[in-house]
């Protein structure tokens, strides 16, 4: 089942997590998971498929997160750019074992 949960104007915190708190009321205590995605994300084919396979079949994993790989278009911004190199350089430390989780 799917549900649309709608948090109205957030006042003590940011809107993402207003809406993300919204959606987690929403939830019924029989549910097994819960999927919370940006309204300007775009997945590839089966993203969804593989985070649920890990959930699934991994008992040591607790949840499942997709990481921005950006691609900024060919006439981008320098700003996109930064950004994309910014999360490149965060996505570095997913690959080294020094870190399981990067915030």
């Known amino acids: 089942t799917i549900k649309v949960a709608v948090a109205g ?10 809406n993300i708190l919204a959606a987690l ?8 998971y819960i999927f919370c995605m940006d309204a300007n994300c775009k997945l590839h084919p089966g993203t969804v498929h593989l985070m649920m396979n890990e959930l699934e079949n991994d008992a040591s ?20 750019w930064t950004m994309a190199q910014f999360r490149y ?5 997913f690959l080294s074992n020094r870190s399981t989780f990067v915030w």
């Open 9 to 18: 104007p957030a006042t003590t915190c940011s809107q993402k997590i207003a």
């Open 25 to 32: 009321r929403a939830v019924s205590p029989e549910s097994r």
């Open 61 to 80: 994993v607790f949840v499942a997160t997709g990481y921005p790989f950006d691609m900024p278009p060919e006439n981008a911004s320098i700003w996109a």
């Open 89 to 93: 350089n965060c996505l570095s430390e």
